[in-house]
């Protein structure tokens, strides 16, 4: 795949000697000639990607869990508001963050500032309940346990991921980037296969685990749990 | 059609659009896996495996990278994972560990300089031939391969310097004919 990368200047490391010159052109030859055998791959991952590629407006009307998650964000949403309308009241005065964040809120409305720490809190929730799932998932794809309520729980969770990501519930650079690692691995999880045994399923399985690692989500979450002033401080 | 068009195509669930996405870059991954791997099965497997993470990561793609860059990352991170998936790289690198001033001999019926290179290639431990594959052949920084293979750039480089020692204890016998193959 020599035309994919990114081709830097090749002074670093490259040939220092005329053998060293040798391997680099040579080198450039080395199964340049292989024909993959495109037909039969495509075949074989055919059904992964239809499935991956499906319209997003298709499991909308098809996953009534969708629905449901975008209800109790609402939901959540207008009780936090209630609720962060009587703690700027309260609560403000005595909080010790008040100094630090003062400055920065100062163009903040009152119900912005509680619409803020309301969107963090229910960021916040959503996290606790992903970080168990993973957790839960991870532990299955090691043990080779299957839980039936996996992929239900996966679109649920997904989708109140997407609709966090909409209303900018990040907040914080870091904390949006985290939702949107959160998206694809909790997205992957939704489209393993339903039955378990197989090869296809046992890559499925050695890829999310890959991904879980790789992206390092479930520790970016622990990270961001135990911070209070990150969730409510505003 | 543009690049951004055919994504498009293939978010909308278009399968003929994803076919035209997979052999637009099929032959480049495919490559980089055979390369890297040395292997036809292990290429294969892990060809698939990439693409099928493109296209399940596609509703993430970020536009503001290019396509071909994010499938190549994606690509070396699923040879990787079919790497270590048999098993292989760990026990490589044990072997490597245990003795690393072994040199494994390439066969040494070919008689012309670039059948050996080739070869000895081959027969490089996979830690060195990724490297060497990404680095010489590929022209990645040590820093981006640092990246790729989650490893100190310094150790990309500890790798490639190996590597290049091997493939000239391998072909110290033609090193006198370096400039003219």
Do not use: C
Not at chain 1, 149 to 160: E, F, G, I, V
Not at chain 1, 201 to 210: C, G, H, V
Not at chain 2, 91 to 96: D, L, Q, S, T
């Amino acid at each position: 795949m020599s035309d994919t990368g990114s081709h830097p200047e090749r002074s670093e490391g490259s040939a220092g000697t005329p053998f060293d010159a040798l391997l680099d052109r040579e080198g450039k030859g080395y199964r340049s000639g292989v024909q993959p055998p495109s037909d039969p791959m495509w075949s074989r991952i055919e059904r992964d990607v239809a499935r991956a590629i499906a319209p997003r407006e298709g499991r909308i009307t098809r996953n009534w869990p969708w629905v449901v998650a975008a209800a109790g964000i609402a939901a959540a949403l207008v009780l936090g508001v209630a609720i962060g309308r009587r703690s700027t009241r309260t609560d403000m005065p005595a909080s010790p963050a008040a100094p630090s964040v003062a400055a920065a809120s100062r163009t903040e409305t009152p119900v912005d500032s509680s619409r803020h720490a309301q969107m963090r809190a229910a960021t916040l929730n959503h996290l606790v309940q992903a970080e168990v799932f993973l957790t839960e998932v991870r532990a299955d794809l090691k043990t080779g346990r299957r839980d039936p309520t996996r992929n239900q729980r996966s679109r649920h969770l997904l989708a109140r991921t997407r609709l966090l990501m909409a209303n900018d519930a990040g907040g914080a650079p870091a904390v949006a980037r985290l939702l949107q690692d959160l998206e694809l691995v909790l997205a992957e999880i939704a489209a393993l296969p339903d039955s378990a045994g197989g090869r296809r399923s046992t890559i499925d399985a050695r890829l999310l685990d890959e991904r879980l690692r790789a992206g390092a989500v479930l520790p970016r979450i622990r990270t961001i749990l135990p911070s209070p002033p990150a969730v409510g401080g505003s | 059609m543009n690049e951004a068009e055919l994504i498009e195509r293939v978010l909308s669930g278009d399968m003929a659009a994803a076919r035209e996405l997979y052999d637009a870059y099929v032959d480049g991954v495919h490559r980089l896996a055979i390369r890297m791997t040395a292997n036809d099965e292990l290429a294969q497997e892990a060809t698939q495996d990439a693409f099928v993470r493109v296209f399940r990561g596609l509703h993430g793609f970020r536009r503001d990278a290019a396509l071909r860059t994010w499938i190549h990352q994606i690509a070396v991170s699923a040879i990787l994972t079919a790497m270590r998936g048999r098993k292989r790289w760990n026990a490589r690198r044990a072997e490597i560990e245990e003795a690393d001033q072994l040199v494994k001999e390439p066969p040494s019926s070919e008689p012309y300089l670039r059948d050996r290179l080739y070869a000895a290639i081959d027969a490089l431990p996979d830690m060195y031939r990724s490297v060497f594959v990404l680095h010489a052949i590929e022209g990645h920084s040590h820093e981006e391969i640092a990246k790729l293979l989650r490893i100190p750039s310094g150790t990309s480089k500890a790798r490639l310097s190996h590597a290049r020692e091997k493939l000239r204890q391998a072909l110290k016998e033609f090193e006198g004919e370096s400039a003219s193959v």
